[in-house]
């Protein structure tokens, strides 16, 4: 079954650290791009961050650059999102999800979505 | 940077109708534009890229259109399930969203 299942999420004081996993399954996870987006409750989609099939490559949102690190371990099939330093206006759900690009180019289309875990940035 | 803006915020449509989604970029985007409908407490699904492609499993019904800045998501015959938040996207920046709700 091709999916994706994010974990990680809870309940964090402002300025701690937290760590999301994304464990991948069904498909080849090492020939794709994968990303994260996050949303805050009740608002739109924010995109975070890509890296690439190899983690040659890795692109962050503005709001995000510096603070949170994306990274994976292709022989784990799973994706990871480091967040240090984080703020109230982190709260979010955030989501993996696959570049379609597929077989080693990123395309910026997701394909496949986990169904998201909750981080709550709260004193 | 470039703004994606959508048009409009809320669409009341009786089932059966048809439903026009405006998505409008600040600059040129050629044919680089997704479109995802989300439904409440669930993922984002894609439904077209690059402008015009049904993504796997998606019905006839829906179909995009445009290039440039302009661009267009129709819903040909609202069904039951279709009642969602659509979002445009390109690259790294969505859209703000339009909310199709029952008339």
């Known amino acids: 079954q091709v999916q994706l299942v994010e974990s990680g999420g809870g309940v964090v004081q402002p300025g701690r650290s937290l760590r999301l996993s994304c464990a991948a399954s069904?498909?080849?996870?090492?020939?794709?791009?994968m990303h994260w987006v996050r949303q805050a409750p009740g608002k739109g989609l924010e995109w975070v961050a890509v890296?690439?099939?190899?983690?040659?490559?890795?692109y962050y949102a503005d709001s995000v650059k510096g603070r949170f690190t994306i990274s994976r371990d292709n022989s784990k099939n799973t994706l990871y999102l480091q967040m240090n330093s984080l703020r109230a206006e982190d709260t979010a759900v955030y989501y993996c999800?696959?570049?379609?690009?597929?077989?080693?180019?990123?395309?910026?289309?997701?394909?496949?979505w986990g169904r998201g875990t909750l981080v709550t940035v709260s004193s | 940077e470039i703004v994606m803006t959508q048009s409009p915020a809320t669409l009341s449509v009786s089932p059966g109708e048809r439903a026009t989604l405006s998505c409008r970029a600040s600059?040129?985007?050629?044919?680089?534009l997704a479109w995802y409908q989300q439904k409440p407490g669930q993922a984002p699904r894609l439904l077209i890229y690059?402008?015009?492609t049904r993504a796997t499993g998606i019905p006839a019904r829906f179909s995009g259109s445009g290039s440039g800045t302009e661009f267009t998501l129709t819903i040909s015959s609202l069904q039951s399930e279709d009642f969602a938040v659509y979002y445009c996207?390109?690259?790294?920046?969505f859209g703000p969203g339009t909310k199709v709700d029952i008339k």
């Open positions: 999800a696959r570049d379609a690009g597929g077989y080693y180019s990123v395309d910026w289309y997701f394909d496949l």
């Open positions: 069904g498909f080849t996870f090492s020939s794709y791009g």
């Open positions: 890296i690439w099939y190899d983690g040659s490559n890795k």
């Open positions: 600059q040129s985007v050629s044919s680089n």
């Open positions: 690059g402008a015009s």
């Open positions: 996207q390109q690259l790294s920046t």
